[in-house]
């Protein structure tokens, strides 16, 4: 069950993926996360999906992530009283708190912190944009608005506001809930929506209380714009080019996702890239070439894991969905322009033990005839470092934290393997032959670098580096001293 590729693959889960058939299926296809999404499903819908998932976990003997995507606060217009209403460009159209069923010139928005941020001006798409309102005077309880592009309006649609910072936090009632359940469940990673400011992450790291590691998404242009304070205090990013392309005007999406790549990279936190990357395969068995081109400038780019939603999660073809995503990665991250471009791109400041530890380990690698690089690792840290340097040879990530070696799989380029501690180096050189020849990486006529800390199953050590042979004694040594 190798990967031969670098790049991770994150499934969506739902009614089209459900059973342990399937699950197990998306795996061995190139599934490496899978994702379970809050906004869908029963809490018992969920844990069956987490049971499965573990399942087929204990039966590949390979760490799987599990990423839970929280629903965030949902902005929606009230009901109709007499079914869609259209709205023609240039009219008036009023926006309020009162419950009476709509009509066609005005309809309930049941959030009153929108009131309170609005000033003329002031966009609001509704629909995924299909409708859009120009707020022309505003109050407490009410904004007037004028039609700028019209459409059919009917209950319950979506609202973004993308001029203004909403005073709203990102976790609802209904999120704080669904973090406690899946966190009990064990998940590696929490997804959060609706980030607008540093301050939300901060508030779902305590309530997280350790047992997840948190993920951004990117989704509003206020979280582009305090991206660099976003980035800081979370452990991963996924560019959610969906409700961005919503907000912003399509054309500025690629350009926002490479530039938040590019951070990402720099400080070594896994990005995901997400949203419609294959999307006409929800309905049909081939993606389209614009698809497949998406999915391989993301791959280019160097982002950590690319995504599938509906197309895995509610779609007719969710297998052949992840085979594709599979083969467009081989193909990528075989042609030589894929390794001069990651090349050119590699930075991000190096002023620590550790930082120059793991350049060393791939210079070392790519100049010799080294199949792959061995890192230990207590919190992920160093194996992000090494991941974040993009070596041309696998990179084989060891911890003795469960925990560690599962969040550990979103990064590029990590074969996650569950060990033992260790109390002497020569354990971790044993270790690393074992794994490397284990899982196919080298034979007993192959070398290896080994990276690990003294001392020992402590985050931030990191401080020896070793080139070893992958001889046969070292295979059948019982006691390593």
Not at 293 to 317: N, R
């Amino acid at each position: 069950m190798r990967r031969l590729r670098s790049v991770k693959i994150v499934a969506t889960l739902g009614p089209s993926s459900n059973d342990y058939e399937t699950i197990r299926a998306l795996f061995e296809a190139g599934a490496d996360v899978f994702r379970l999404n809050m906004s869908h499903g029963t809490h018992d819908d969920i844990a069956k999906r987490h049971e499965i998932i573990r399942g087929v976990e204990a039966e590949f003997d390979r760490p799987i992530a599990i990423l839970a995507d929280l629903q965030g606060p949902k902005l929606r217009v009230g009901a109709f009283g007499n079914g869609p209403e259209e709205l023609e460009i240039g009219q008036k159209f009023r926006l309020d708190l009162d419950e009476a069923p709509g009509d066609a010139s005005r309809v309930q928005l049941p959030h009153k912190e929108i009131f309170a941020a609005l000033e003329p001006g002031a966009s609001l798409l509704v629909n995924d944009g299909k409708i859009r309102l120009k707020g022309e005077s505003c109050g407490k309880d009410f904004a007037d608005c004028v039609v700028t592009v019209g459409g059919t309006i009917s209950d319950r649609k979506g609202v973004n506001v993308p001029d203004v910072v909403l005073p709203l936090a990102a976790l609802s009632d209904k999120d704080r809930a669904d973090l406690e359940f899946v966190c009990g469940l064990g998940v590696d990673w929490l997804a959060l929506s609706f980030v607008q400011r540093a301050d939300d992450v901060t508030e779902a790291r305590k309530l997280a209380k350790g047992r997840a590691a948190i993920l951004s998404k990117i989704e509003k242009p206020a979280a582009v714009a305090a991206f660099d304070e976003i980035l800081a205090v979370s452990d991963g990013i996924m560019v959610a080019r969906g409700d961005l392309g919503v907000e912003l005007p399509v054309q500025n999406v690629p350009p926002i996702q490479k530039r938040l790549v590019r951070k990402c990279r720099a400080v070594a936190k896994p990005v995901i890239v997400a949203t419609q990357m294959l999307e006409s395969m929800i309905e049909s068995p081939m993606p389209t070439r614009a698809e497949v081109s998406d999915v391989a400038a993301a791959i280019y780019e160097g982002a950590d894991a690319v995504m599938l939603s509906a197309e895995s999660a509610a779609g007719q073809y969710p297998i052949e969905a992840v085979e594709t995503m599979n083969n467009v990665a081989l193909e990528v991250e075989s042609d030589p322009t894929y390794l001069q471009v990651i090349a050119a791109s590699r930075g991000g400041a190096k002023d620590s033990i550790a930082d120059g530890i793991v350049s060393a380990a791939r210079e070392i690698a790519e100049t010799t005839d080294i199949k792959a690089i061995c890192c230990f690792t207590s919190s992920g840290t160093t194996a992000n470092l090494v991941a974040r340097e993009r070596p041309r040879v696998p990179i084989i990530a060891m911890s003795a934290n469960q925990a560690t070696a599962r969040r550990m799989v979103l990064t590029w380029g990590l074969h996650c393997v569950i060990g033992g501690e260790l109390q002497r180096f020569k354990q971790a050189v044993v270790k690393s032959v074992r794994a490397a020849r284990d899982g196919g990486f080298a034979t007993s006529e192959d070398q290896i670098v080994v990276t690990a800390g003294v001392p020992f199953n402590m985050p931030g050590t990191t401080n020896i580096l070793r080139v070893a042979p992958c001889e046969e004694r070292l295979i059948y040594s019982s006691d390593p001293d």
